[in-house]
């Protein structure tokens, strides 16, 4: 045990401007590979890291914890390796496992002041700390309940609580609303907002719900089997994806080709044709394409792909290469 | 949440969250807040009533010798028997015998609240990612089920022989002749919670159920003592009585009794249960380690 955290100095800068970043990160289990190659940034503010169950989240969240070890590639969180300085980087960084972690037996003030005092708090401190976070999570009342008799939604406020305590620069929380009821998930959303926005906490936030992703983040990284399929600022994933929906009466070939010959990027899905909105010259390319082939149309809309849809097509800004940085 | 009182009386009730920004502390304070978090759970602390119960029987339990020789010295006087000194109504090495099995007792209470909880409610993964490593969780989970076995293995004799130093017609005179038990009671007591500690937690790693765990341990040891005492009285060869030496319920008083200058049970050495008591400990500390570094959350 060579390791003492009283040592490693807090004021310690990040230098680089992004609060976590890996390159080419992998990790396989066997024949099985659960991260392949990821390469991606994270910068202040709340960042979603969305995903298929088993798309990697959970496991890209542990080696940057530096609970488990890379088969590949590095990372940084905060300025430090996890491979090589875990406890540095888990004296900084507040966790929210996915799966049930609390005691049952416990009081949730003593173990959420427990927590705060293994990570490094005075135990005064720690006490008066634990009443705090627990009031900010909204338990205030009920701190001195048992665990065990907690609804599910007061034990994820519980597992918040425990993440926050020692007051880390940055919040791992991995499938937040899993279990939860939708108002319980629109609350959990709500906290997690707070924990941002109001105490100043960055926040990396992994789920398979595109909604919760959709409120709460600045920035989105897109996983699928391992592999990091696109990354960016959520405006910016969303701007990029301005979408013009035409539905036809029937095909017509003709139609297409005529908006493609005006250089339009269009997607034909039977009657239904989607076309890259990239200015207001696009509506006159598609009356024009209708008028010269005689398309008859049945509605035009103006929309925006949804992030689910940024995800299934696996392309969105800055995709693949993983080299642009995922913040607002 | 603070409060600010105003010259006008009004106050600040909720300031939001604040940051922080005072003393971030070490292994050292992390170590000592499992430790003291287990050690008052395996007395009870903090949990409901039924939790107190054995606990508390087991604690009285021990310390009842010294507390009944005590307050007889202190009520009647040292004329208490003709034929026995005071100082030995109830002898140093006969207290460890009475002690064995409470600590036995108390171990499978404690090591199992120690270990079993955290791995069955996973809370384990939380303290995995803190900045405590992993095997000073254990250490720290050791210390503290050693520390609540101490308060049973220890304390009684310790205090029956301050009591006898102190309730002696010269104390200085007696504390002459006797000092040097003070060590050896403490080196006998460290040991017998050592052992039982080591008994309880290499038990308490293979399981995440509480009763499991205190089941295994009482009933493998009453097992074990059961046939060590058959094998070394029935076998009728030279080297039988050493089959004594696989009881566990007799190593640790065996050797207190031989620190304290006794002889010991069938003439088998002092060092060699001495032997056994490290050994036992060294495998038990081993075995629960290798079971922790493959665990994984």
């Known amino acids: 045990m060579t390791i003492a955290v009283a040592d490693l100095a807090f004021e310690q800068q ?40 088993g798309a990697g989240k959970s496991t890209l969240i542990k080696l940057l914890l530096g609970l488990n070890a890379a088969s590949g590639g590095s990372a940084s969180v905060l300025g430090f390796d996890p491979a090589r300085q875990g406890p540095a980087v888990r004296a900084r960084v507040g966790y929210f496992p996915e799966h049930d972690c609390l005691p049952n037996d416990w009081q949730a003030q003593d173990f959420v002041r427990q927590m705060g005092e293994v990570r490094g708090l005075p135990r005064r401190v720690a006490v008066q700390r634990a009443s705090d976070v627990l009031a900010q999570v909204g338990l205030a009342e009920e701190r001195y309940r048992q665990i065990g008799g907690f609804s599910t939604g007061m034990k994820q406020r519980v597992k918040l609580a425990q993440a926050l305590v020692h007051d ?58 391992g592999r990091v399929v696109a990354q960016g600022a959520l405006r910016d994933l969303l701007s990029d994806t301005d979408t013009l929906f035409i539905e036809l009466i029937e095909e017509n070939e003709a139609f297409v080709e005529r908006l493609r010959h005006a250089g339009l990027r269009v997607d ?33 809309r103006r929309g925006a792909r949804s992030l689910e849809e940024v995800f299934l097509s696996g392309t969105g800004a800055g995709s693949g290469d993983g080299t642009e940085a995922a913040g607002p | 949440m603070t409060a600010q009182e105003g010259a006008t009386g ?24 499992i430790t003291v978090g287990t050690m008052k759970r395996s007395l009870g602390f903090k949990r409901p009533g039924s939790a107190k119960v054995f606990p508390f029987l087991l604690v009285a339990g021990a310390f009842l010798p010294f507390i009944i020789v005590t307050g007889l010295r202190l009520l009647i006087g040292d004329n208490i028997s003709r034929r026995v000194p005071a100082d030995q109504l109830w002898p140093y090495w006969r207290y460890f ?20 909880p955290d791995r069955r409610q996973r809370v384990l993964s939380l303290y995995y990612a803190s900045p405590v490593p992993p095997l000073l969780y254990l250490f720290g989970q050791a210390l503290a089920v050693t520390t609540v076995l101490m308060l ?69 040891t009453v097992v074990v003592s059961i046939v060590a005492g058959i094998a070394s009285g029935t076998i009728n060869a030279g080297g039988a009585k050493y089959a004594l030496l696989l009881d ?32 036992t400990i060294a495998v038990c500390a081993a075995l629960v380690v290798r079971v922790y570094r493959r665990l994984s959350f």
Not at chain 2, 177 to 205: K, Q, S, T, Y
Request: contains cysteine; glycine residues 10%.
């Open chain 2, 97 to 116: 015998n009475w002690l064995g099995l409470t600590v036995l007792l108390l171990s499978a209470l404690a090591a199992s609240e120690a270990l079993c």
């Open chain 2, 248 to 279: 566990p319920l007799l190593a640790g008083p065996n050797v207190a009794r031989w620190l304290l200058g006794h002889s010991l049970d069938r003439n088998v050495p002092g060092p060699a249960w001495l032997a056994v008591e490290v050994a």
């Open chain 2, 152 to 220: 049973v293995a220890l304390l009684p004799p310790l205090l029956l022989w301050a009591a006898n130093v102190g309730l002696a017609q010269d104390p200085g005179v007696y504390w002459q002749a006797h000092w040097d038990e003070g060590p050896r009671i403490l080196v006998g007591g460290v040991l017998l919670a050592l052992l039982n500690a080591a008994l309880g937690l290499a038990v308490a790693a293979f399981t995440e159920r509480k009763g499991y765990a205190a089941g295994a341990l009482i009933g493998g």
């Open chain 1, 268 to 300: 034909v899905r039977g009657r239904e044709l989607r076309a890259a909105l990239t200015d207001e010259a696009v509506f006159d390319a598609v009356r024009d394409a209708a008028a010269e082939t005689g398309a008859g149309l049945t509605r035009l």
């Open chain 1, 168 to 225: 880390p620069q940055l919040v791992l929380l991995d499938e937040p609303t899993n279990g939860l009821d939708p108002l319980g998930r629109d609350q959990m959303i709500e906290l997690v907002q707070r924990v941002v926005r109001e105490m100043g906490i960055n926040v990396l936030i992994s789920s398979h719900l595109l909604a919760d992703v959709q409120q709460v983040s600045d920035a989105v990284i897109l996983l699928d089997r």
């Open chain 1, 14 to 53: 990040v230098t680089d401007a992004a609060l976590v970043t890996t390159a080419g990160l992998t990790k396989t289990y066997g024949s099985v590979r659960a991260l392949d190659g990821a390469s991606l940034s994270v910068r202040a503010g709340c960042t979603a890291l969305l995903g298929e169950n």
């Open chain 2, 10 to 33: 009004a106050r600040i009730v909720d300031r939001g969250y604040q940051h922080y920004t005072g003393e971030r502390r070490g292994v050292v304070s992390a170590l000592q807040a």
